[in-house]
């Protein structure tokens, strides 16, 4: 029987292979917080953002689809053609 580690591991190892977030855009990690930089939506600009290291695994596990579910970018509201219709109105 596996540990609740071993789980826990195995479910996040696909993100290991395939991160939430690009490597190269975490600029610093001090063993407290995380600096990373990421385009504004609102501003259009690149920005850099410092966050404890909690919270940063806790926006990163966020984006772990659960067993059995499928992640869906290209069709309905997500779809990048949909999502600028959707931004205009």
């Given at each position: 029987?596996?540990?609740c580690g071993e789980i826990l591991a195995t479910y996040l190892a696909?993100?290991?292979?395939?991160?939430?977030?690009s490597v190269r855009r975490i600029k610093e990690y001090n063993g407290?917080?995380?600096?990373n930089v990421y385009k504004s939506h609102k501003t259009e600009k690149?920005?850099?953002?410092?966050?404890?290291?909690y919270?940063?695994?806790?926006?990163?596990v966020q984006h772990i689809v659960p067993k059995g579910f499928k992640r869906i970018r290209y069709y309905g509201i997500q779809a990048p053609?949909?999502?600028?219709?959707?931004r205009k109105r």
């Open positions: 029987m596996e540990s696909k993100y290991v292979v395939t991160p939430v977030i407290s917080s995380v600096s690149v920005e850099r953002e410092r966050v404890g290291v919270e940063f695994i806790e926006r990163m053609c949909k999502f600028e219709k959707i």
